[in-house]
């Protein structure tokens, strides 16, 4: 029961702090109207969000493994609910942006790497689907809480909608926290991973942990960008609000089975090959997306890119514990997430300058493309196994 407890109570935390962070889209059309505030200040909000998750998921993923979950997450969604619900009370461009990097910038560094290390602990073998249907919260939160905000400000108001969001987000966030604890580390039930392959010694110097950090740079700013723009994108293109608002559903949808199915992928084909199949949709969704410009196809370019939204997320806590074991996995999962959100803090807010100024997407997207085609290169040069790290060191 323990071990069903816990993977609940990281599904529901990814379900809500994910749902409501890509539900801030939504409310661009909003700001824009009464405050005529830039997309390049609204971006770096979320940014600014993203950017101290990597710092605070440093201190988490070491805090959790010491002190375990149930308090960290405890505190830090308190503080994500009334973060959400002081959206409300803004007036000026500054108010924003210290609640995006104090009260939801608390909640966004614990969602992650506090709740998979906490599953990875429970589910030594079969991580990566476990991990997998774990995220499968994220994909149910961007499916449902989008289109929610965006029926709460049609029929209320944008200011009631924040407060109502935030009052949920601190219910569901504080259950979710209860209900996680680290299990006893007895060495025979943590299976395979229980430790780490003593010929790897200091998991931070060798090739392959600095390639999972490169890699996680280059493709972070895709999955930061396309959810916070994409909505507004098709306002510009001519749909409602609401209508906008089920792109984020499409892909949340399509992520579900990215997840579970690159989940299942990477516990019997391992991690290269997963990343493989989470890189190629992304690539092309990105190509289709500078050659389409009718929304009535972007529902499918966004399942196509929701695929291999959902995969990635899947990938790399899983990843971590193959190559290097569970003895640091907090710290070490947290260290590679820090390098994804130091590079997503800055693509929303390039993406929403470059429209400012130029009215298009276009070379936002295609910057947004030569990363991922990067990333994929040097996916293609990691080692198979995590048995082969020792040979890079």
């Known amino acids: 029961m323990s071990r069903f407890n816990a993977f609940l109570g990281a599904f529901f935390t990814q379900f809500t702090v994910i749902g409501l962070m890509f539900s801030f889209g939504v409310f661009f059309n909003e700001f824009e109207k009464e405050f005529g505030w830039s997309r390049t200040l609204l971006s770096s909000c979320a940014a600014i969000a993203f950017f101290m998750m990597g710092i605070l998921a440093l201190i988490a993923g070491r805090v959790s493994d010491r002190y375990g979950p149930r308090l960290v997450l405890s505190f830090t969604g308190i503080l994500y609910g009334i973060g959400f619900a002081m959206i409300s009370q803004v007036s000026q461009p500054w108010h924003l942006i210290l609640i995006f990097a104090t009260f939801i910038g608390l909640g966004m560094g614990t969602h992650d790497v506090v709740t998979l290390s906490t599953i990875a602990r429970w589910f030594p073998n079969g991580q990566g689907l476990i991990t997998g249907l774990a995220k499968v919260g994220t994909a149910l939160g961007q ?194 997430l820090f390098f994804g959100t130091i590079s997503g803090s800055i693509g929303p807010i390039f993406t929403g300058f470059v429209f400012d100024h130029f009215g298009s997407y276009d070379i936002a997207f295609w910057s947004l493309l030569g990363l991922m085609l990067t990333g994929l290169i040097l996916v293609l040069t990691l080692p198979s196994k995590g048995i082969d790290v020792e040979k890079d060191q």
């Open 143 to 336: 499916m449902i809480l989008p289109p929610l905000s965006a029926l709460l400000i049609l029929y209320y108001d944008w200011r009631i909608a924040v407060i109502c969001l935030g009052i949920l987000a601190a219910a569901l966030l504080v259950f979710s926290a209860l209900l996680m604890t680290h299990p006893e580390e007895k060495k025979e039930e943590l299976g395979v991973h229980a430790q780490p392959d003593p010929r790897v010694g200091n998991p931070r110097q060798t090739r392959a942990f600095k390639q999972l950090c490169l890699i996680q740079f280059l493709f972070f700013p895709t999955l930061m960008t396309i959810p916070t723009h994409i909505a507004v994108h098709g306002i510009d293109l001519g749909m409602t609000p609401a209508k906008a608002a089920l792109f984020l559903t499409s892909i949340g949808g399509a992520s579900i089975a990215g997840r579970l199915i690159v989940g299942l992928f990477l516990d019997h084909m391992g991690s290269k090959k997963a990343y493989v199949a989470c890189f190629i949709p992304i690539i092309m969704s990105l190509f289709a997306l500078l050659k389409i410009n009718q929304y009535e196809f972007l529902f499918g370019i966004m399942a196509l890119y929701g695929f291999g939204h959902g995969g990635l997320f899947a990938v790399v806590s899983p990843t971590v514990a193959t190559y290097f074991g569970m003895k640091e996995h907090g710290a070490l999962f947290g260290t590679i």
